[in-house]
């Protein structure tokens, strides 16, 4: 029986980074499934999701955030990255680490590539957690997958793991 | 060393002897997470369902992209159902279409119906596909009902609504209890196009 839920490879910083990037990911699985706890080292924005990394205005993502208080949905288009934001505006958090589990659906087929991401910010009386579908509108097959945090870094200690779904 | 081929004379001149079946081979683990089934749409039929699921897993996992051939709308729902059964369904909707968050919910239901989520084949969607994660554990109980969990959506990029839609969903299928063996999704309207691909997972237990 094929093993399915493999690891392809995971990244802990040594140092503080402004992205964490996965590349020469191979076409061998079905989907692929990005898990990441991070900490911000100045804080207050949020990680960016680029695949291949397509930095034209190729993404778009509808949100449904839990704020605490109540539930909110909003959106982007025409971006350059899909934001990973989980929560209403708070943003990572410099010492409390932000969950993030982002699904890339066929990613090595030739439809456009969607993906659920899952986000969880709790800052013990602040924060949210959020649900996401992403689209990124790109035909090709995706080898290279970056989380960034534009004008900020990753901190030192901040962990993320690619694996890969092979179907029957 | 692993055996990748074996003649005749290997074991009748000098056979080397092992107690073990692995006969040198790696000890392999295939992991909890085991693939079951692989299909995709056809373009000419409304139902994908995967049947003959064996029990010997503890949790299911159906993973898909999904796209429908009809015109007519931007987007569609499916519905799952499970052994054939039309009736004995509940379902809850929480999701967000990039406006407003709402939540809405059915009971006594012949399925459990999923947001509007599936994109159709409008010329404006082009290669833009629905993606959902569908759990279904203790499947196999026969003393409990079935709950599920369903966390699904598309987004569509544009502006004209519906522009996407997020959703968590819960399911229940409260029939007498019985294992479940097959699942169908079902497109409201139109069929699963040829590229909508569907993987059903087991999780094994302990």
Known sequence: MPSTYEPIATTTLSTAASQIEFSSIPATYTDLVLICTATATTGGSYAILRLNPATTSTYSGTRLIGTGASAISNRETAQNALELRSDDGIGMSTSIPTFMQIDVFSY??????????????????????????????????ITVVRLL???????TGSIATLYGIKNA | MAVVSFKRSLYTSNPDKYISFLAGND?????????????????????????????????????????????????????????????????HRLSGDGATASASGGADAAQIISSAIVPTSNAALASMMSVSIIDIDDYTSTSKNKTVRMFNGSDL????????????????????????????LTLQSGNWTTSSIFSLYGIKGT
């Open chain 1, 149 to 155: 945090i534009p004008g900020d870094t990753f901190k």
């Open chain 2, 157 to 184: 990029n544009r502006t004209t609504t519906p522009v996407g839609v997020v959703a968590l969903n819960s399911g229940l299928w409260f029939d007498t209890p019985v294992a479940i063996n097959s699942i169908t």
């Open chain 1, 108 to 141: 090595a087929g030739s439809t456009n590539k969607t993906v659920l991401a899952s986000m969880g910010n709790d800052l013990n009386g602040s924060g949210g957690t959020s649900r996401i579908v992403g689209l990124c509108q790109n035909t090709a097959a």
């Open chain 2, 27 to 91: 000890y392999y683990d295939p992991g909890a997470f085991v693939p079951i089934a692989n299909t995709a749409g056809t373009g000419s039929a409304t139902t994908i369902t995967f049947s003959g699921i064996p029990s010997t897993y503890k949790n299911l996992q159906l993973r898909f992209i999904g796209k429908s051939t009809t015109t007519s709308a931007a987007v569609t729902t499916f519905r799952v159902t499970f052994n054939s059964s039309s009736s004995n369904y509940a379902w």
